[in-house]
C-alpha cells in the first residue's frame, strides 16, 4: 500500500487553516511565473545571438547557464526548504529569482555576454527552490492516486505563463530588432557598437518589471496562509536519510532519467524554434513572426495539461506518457524529412504532447516513497540539467550538421520515455509503505 494520505492541513489549535483547493490556487500562480521566466529564454536566445554575434553552441550557454543552476542547487535549495518549510522556500525562491531578473539592468549597461549568464544564474536559482517546493508540495496537496492529475493542473498554468511569454518577448525584446547579421556588418564600427548597445539595452525594462513582479508575489504569498504539509516531509521522520537511499528505488533511478531527457528534449525544440522557423527551407519568417509559433508550442503545452489533468483520473498515467511520447518521435521524424509546411507544423505539435510529460513523470517519480519524497524531489529537480546539457548538444550538432537534422537528438529523448512509461516507472518491491 502506498504511504499514508496527507491529513488535513491544522493550525497550533487543531483547526483547519484553509481549504486544499484554496491553497493549489494560489500556489499555481507560482507555477505560471516560473513557466513565463523559463520560456523567455526562447526569446533572448535569438536577440543575444544576433547581438554578441554568436554561433549556436555558444547562444546555447543561455540554457547552459539557466538549467545547469538546477543540477548545482537543487540540493543546496532542499537543505533551504527542509529548513524554512514549503511556504517560506516558496517565498525565498521568488525574492531570489526577483534579485536575478534585476540583474539584467546592470548587465545591459556592461554590454558583457558573461554579466548577462550571471543574472541568469541567479534567476535560476530562485526558480530551482520554487520548484522544490512547489512540485513536491502540489503532489502531496491531496490523495496520492490523483497527484499526477494535480500536478498536471498546476504545470497547465505553468504552461498558460510559457505560452505567453514568446509573444511579451517578440513585442518588448525583439520588437525593436530591425536589421539583419547582414544589415549590422554592413555598417561602419561606430553604428554597429551604438546599434549593439540598444539592442542589448532592450531587455532591460521586461525584467526589471518582472522583479517587481516577483518581489510582489513573494509578499503575497508571505501572507497567505498556506498548509504547512510537515507530515509527509522529513521533518516528520526522526531517520535522516539519504539521496542513495532515494536512488535504490529503481522507478527514482529511471525518473531522473526521465527528467533529465523530456526537460533537455522540450527546451531544446523551443530554444530552436525562432532560428528554425526562420530558415527560408521550413518558415522563411522573421524572427518577431516566428515567435508566435513559438507561443503556440507551448499554448499546445496548455491544452495537453487541462485535457490531461481530466483524462489521467480514468487513464492510467504510465500509458498516457509512453503514447505521447511515441507521437513525438514520429512528429520529430516528419519535421527532419520534410520542410515547408510540414515540417513547421510537426515540430510546433510536439508541443501538445510535451504536455503531461513533466508533471507525470515527476509524480511517478516521487510515488510511494513516505519520507524519502523530499531526498527524491532534490533529485528530479537536479535532472531538470537535461535542459542545459541536450540543448548545449543540439547546438554543437546544428553547426556541424545543420539545424533541421539536429532535431535527431530530441528525437533519442523521446524514445527513453516510451520506455520509463511502459516499465521503468514501475515501483520495486521494496518501495517505501509507509511514513
Not at 245 to 254: I, N, S
Not at 320 to 334: C, E, G, Q, S
Not at 394 to 415: E, K, M, N, T
Request: aromatic letters at 12%.
Amino acid at each position: 500500500m502506498a504511504f499514508a494520505p496527507t491529513p488535513q492541513p491544522q493550525t497550533s489549535a487543531g483547526a483547519p487553516v484553509v481549504n486544499t483547493r484554496v491553497a493549489l490556487a494560489v500556489v499555481t500562480t507560482i507555477f505560471f511565473m516560473w513557466g513565463f521566466l523559463t520560456c523567455l529564454n526562447d526569446i533572448l536566445i535569438p536577440h543575444l545571438k544576433a547581438v554578441f554575434e554568436l554561433n549556436y553552441a555558444r547562444a546555447m550557454l543561455v540554457q547552459f547557464t539557466f538549467f545547469g543552476a538546477y543540477f548545482l542547487m537543487s540540493l543546496p535549495a532542499g537543505r533551504l526548504v527542509a529548513h524554512l518549510g514549503y511556504k517560506k522556500g516558496i517565498v525565498a525562491g521568488l525574492v531570489i529569482a526577483g534579485i536575478g531578473a534585476l540583474g539584467f539592468w546592470p548587465a545591459a549597461e556592461l554590454r558583457i555576454y558573461e554579466a548577462f549568464l550571471g543574472a541568469l544564474f541567479v534567476l535560476a536559482t530562485g526558480i530551482t527552490v520554487l520548484q522544490v517546493a512547489a512540485n513536491p508540495y502540489v503532489a502531496l496537496l491531496g490523495p496520492e492516486q490523483t497527484s499526477s492529475s494535480r500536478l498536471t493542473l498546476a504545470q497547465a498554468l505553468n504552461s498558460l505563463g510559457t505560452a505567453i511569454a514568446p509573444i511579451f518577448g517578440g513585442l518588448l525584446i525583439l520588437g525593436n530588432t530591425v536589421k539583419s547579421a547582414d544589415q549590422i556588418a554592413a555598417l561602419p564600427a561606430a553604428e554597429q557598437l551604438a546599434y549593439r548597445a540598444q539592442e542589448a539595452q532592450a531587455v532591460q525594462g521586461p525584467y526589471v518589471g518582472l522583479g517587481i513582479a516577483l518581489f510582489l508575489l513573494a509578499v503575497f504569498v508571505f501572507l497567505f496562509r498556506l498548509p504547512a504539509l510537515t507530515e509527509t516531509t522529513e521533518q516528520a521522520d526522526p531517520v535522516k536519510h539519504t539521496l542513495g537511499e532515494a536512488l535504490r528505488h529503481r522507478h527514482v533511478l529511471f525518473g531522473v532519467l526521465g527528467i533529465f531527457f523530456y526537460v533537455g528534449a522540450e527546451v531544446a525544440i523551443g530554444s530552436f524554434l525562432v532560428n528554425y522557423l526562420s530558415m527560408p527551407n521550413i518558415g522563411g519568417f522573421t524572427e518577431q513572426e516566428a515567435t508566435h509559433y513559438v507561443s503556440a508550442y507551448w499554448t499546445m503545452a496548455m491544452i495537453g495539461r487541462f485535457a490531461g489533468s481530466a483524462i489521467m483520473v480514468k487513464f492510467s498515467p504510465r500509458k498516457l506518457l509512453a503514447i505521447f511520447a511515441a507521437v513525438n518521435v514520429v512528429l520529430l521524424a516528419m519535421t527532419m524529412l520534410t520542410e515547408g509546411q510540414v515540417a513547421v507544423y510537426s515540430v510546433v505539435a510536439t508541443g501538445l504532447f510535451n504536455s503531461i510529460m513533466f508533471p507525470t513523470i515527476f509524480a511517478l517519480g516521487i510515488e510511494r516513497l513516505g519520507p524519502l519524497t523530499g531526498k527524491a524531489s532534490s533529485l528530479l529537480i537536479m535532472a531538470i540539467v537535461g535542459g542545459a546539457i541536450i540543448p548545449y548538444l543540439q547546438g554543437v550538432l546544428a553547426d556541424s550538421i545543420g539545424l533541421h537534422h539536429a532535431f535527431i537528438l530530441p528525437l533519442l529523448c523521446y524514445g527513453y520515455i516510451i520506455f520509463y512509461g511502459l516499465s521503468g516507472s514501475r515501483p520495486s518491491a521494496s518501495a517505501v509503505k509507509g511514513a
